[in-house]
């Protein structure tokens, strides 16, 4: 801001000041367009404030305080402390300068006669503020010059202006600037809301804002006396007295991990896709779930984010950014891959555990729904190759790099708002788009299914068949105290949550919060697209009762088989490497290949010669890679893996 004394003239005139001088002398609507706050606030959608911080370590100074939002008890205690005769004077008052130019030639104890007028002067301008080699006071030369300027202010300027450029701007105590940041800093109040105690401790802390408490409450008790409210002087006090523990807080702290995250400049009003209701309601439950915890909500129609807590109370790390193994949180996406390649259909039977001895079938359908590993698996094995990496990376969920035959869903990690857009993915047909904070953002797009095979996949998840639940839950908790990782969805929204293991389970929390979000209107609910089909469905062996199923057109059946059952190979594992080094020391050392399950007339052979018959086959290893395969009864083969030895 630019000062005034360069605008005084070179001399001290009687009371004339040059017209150069005027036209550079700042406007009020410089001054205030130029005030910058030391707070940057986040706002959601509609404006409301979500959370603030501090971004300007020298000050703390709150947005510009129009003079209409001035509680009247402030004003009346400002002008009876500081000047009284504010709206006759024309910038100086003569009268009470003159008493202080005498009293402070002839007596020891100072007095000042600073209009309000003359104060604004002096703190817009840094030459005309008092001197520390002049015991912090103002010389003769400051305080003319002060007056000029004051006179000069009250020329250009409306009284209103300068009253309220003064307040914005005044110290009050400490780091507190301007009558926004004090009446918060230490009261909790907004300059509206003030009463006449407080307001009274205010108009005293200008004239010395870093007095001692003892002495701002015996100042502010003489005050509210001399305005005819002595009965407020032992609440003034007691105000006074708590100041040394005043403590300067956010006036908002709904989101404040998402704040410290995107705001960068003070004074900066950043505005977001967040909306206040559901912000609060999220973070009202996740306390109410207890231990530490995260949780995003999306908007399943715009990808937008409507809800993000790192944590309950607002302190820690930021939960919603930790990446963390997902697990079973991937099988929606693993058999919806699978129905997009054809392999299988809602109806087609699995095994619940391949290595059992006996099959115990159920339908792809029932295996998703309770989230089941073994079918999963299967699923994932007969993809085609690197597909569910390539599909997870595209949407930003990364694949960890792990020894080799480690399935994909071992491997997959991602964050919350990661899972959130996943599954937003699902609900919303299949288009997968990054979320968004910030309503300008460009959000990355791709296509995660087909919207055929998304809707299979959601109405797989809702459990239901041609008709049913609108809502799916799905993830689970680490131990049986609770906690972990889940999302619930319906067509509207998408919760992803994330709960230690002392907490409420997660996958509670998260379906509690859908159903309470507040919502403009209800979710739409899931149409099924032109390319899926409604068919009776019956099961072979009948482990299911007949259903009325949805299929990708031209997929449909009305008698779900099992398939034969296939012996595999259990050991080793696809792409392992072998480590038989101990075989040097030990000649009767062998390597053990099992099948399950364990079916008569099953034989082995290694690199194409036969090695033995039976469920179980011993080798002592030479270095070098291996291709192992099991045959049936017919000779035919039935499995086949390859890996790796280091040995002899």
């Known amino acids: 801001m630019r000062g005034i004394r360069p605008w005084l003239g070179a001399g001290l005139l009687a009371l004339g000041l040059t017209a150069q001088a005027a036209q550079t002398l700042p406007s009020f609507e410089q001054v205030r367009d130029e005030h910058g706050a030391s707070e940057a606030r986040l706002v959601d959608r509609h404006g409301e404030p979500l959370a603030e911080i501090r971004l300007d370590p020298t000050r703390r100074r709150l947005e510009w305080m129009p003079l209409a939002a001035l509680s009247p008890a402030m004003k009346e205690a400002l002008l009876a402390a500081e000047d009284r005769r504010f709206y006759q004077h024309a910038g100086v008052d003569w009268r009470a300068f003159a008493a202080a130019v005498w009293q402070n030639l002839w007596y020891d104890r100072a007095r000042g006669a600073s209009t309000l007028s003359m104060q604004l002067a002096g703190l817009l301008d840094p030459a005309l503020r008092p001197i520390a080699g002049h015991g912090g006071r103002r010389t003769l030369g400051q305080k003319w010059d002060q007056a000029l300027a004051a006179t000069e202010l009250e020329r250009l300027w409306s009284k209103a202006q300068i009253l309220e450029a003064y307040l914005n701007l005044a110290p009050f105590r400490g780091e507190l600037e301007g009558l926004p940041a004090a009446a918060w800093g230490l009261f909790r109040r907004g300059p509206g809301e003030l009463s006449r105690p407080e307001a009274a401790i205010l108009a005293v802390l200008l004239r010395g804002p870093n007095a001692a408490p003892g002495l701002v409450g015996r100042r502010a008790c003489a005050l509210v006396r001399r305005l005819g409210e002595a009965g407020a002087c032992p609440l003034a006090e007691g105000l006074a007295r708590s100041l040394a523990q005043a403590r300067f807080e956010p006036r908002w702290a709904l989101a404040p991990h998402l704040a410290r995250a995107l705001l960068s400049r003070p004074g900066e009003v950043l505005p977001t896709t967040l909306d206040r209701a559901t912000q609060a309601l999220a973070r009202a439950r996740l306390a109410e779930a207890g231990g530490r915890g995260g949780l995003v909500v999306v908007d399943n129609a715009s990808g937008q984010v409507l809800a993000h807590l790192g944590s309950a109370d607002g302190s820690g790390p930021d939960e919603t950014r930790a990446r963390r193994p997902l697990g079973g949180l991937i099988q929606p996406l693993v058999h919806g891959l699978a129905l997009e390649q054809r392999l299988v259909t809602p109806a087609s039977l699995l095994e619940a ?29 007969r993809l085609a190759p690197g597909v569910l990496e390539e599909r997870l990376r595209l949407i930003g969920l990364g694949v960890e790099s792990l020894p080799a035959g480690t399935p994909v869903e071992a491997r997959a990690m991602g964050d919350l708002p990661g899972l959130a857009g996943l599954f937003r993915g699902l609900a919303a047909g299949g288009q997968w788009q990054s979320p968004q904070w910030q309503m300008d953002q460009a959000p990355a797009a791709a296509r995660l299914l087909r919207p055929e095979t998304a809707f299979l996949v959601t109405q797989m998840l809702a459990g239901a068949g041609e008709a049913g639940p609108e809502v799916a839950v799905y993830g689970g908790g680490p131990s049986a105290s609770g906690g972990g990782l889940a999302v619930a969805f319906d067509s509207g929204a998408s919760v992803a949550v994330w709960l230690d293991s002392g907490a409420e389970p997660a996958q509670s929390l998260a379906r509690r919060l859908l159903a309470e979000l507040p919502r403009a209107m209800p979710a739409p609910g899931w149409r099924p697209p032109s390319g899926v089909v409604a068919y009776q469905v019956a099961f072979d062996p009948p482990v299911e009762p007949p259903r009325r199923e949805w299929f990708l057109r031209g997929t449909e059946l009305s008698l779900a088989v099992a398939p034969g059952r296939r012996p595999l190979i259990r050991w080793p594992t696809p792409g392992l490497l072998v480590d038989a080094r101990a075989a040097l ?36 290893p030479e270095a070098g890679l291996v291709s192992l395969e099991l045959l049936g009864p017919d000779g035919a083969v039935v499995d086949r893996v390859e890996f790796a030895v280091r040995g002899p």
């Open 585 to 620: 020391a030990d000649p009767a050392y062998q390597l053990r290949f099992e099948a399950r399950p364990a079916l008569p007339g099953l034989a082995w052979r290694l690199n194409g010669r036969p090695l033995g018959s039976g469920p179980q086959a011993g080798w002592r």
């Open 353 to 381: 555990d391949p290595a059992a001895d006996s099959p115990r079938w159920l339908s792809v359908r029932t295996a998703l729904l309770l989230a089941l590993p073994g079918p999963a698996s299967q699923l994932a094995a």
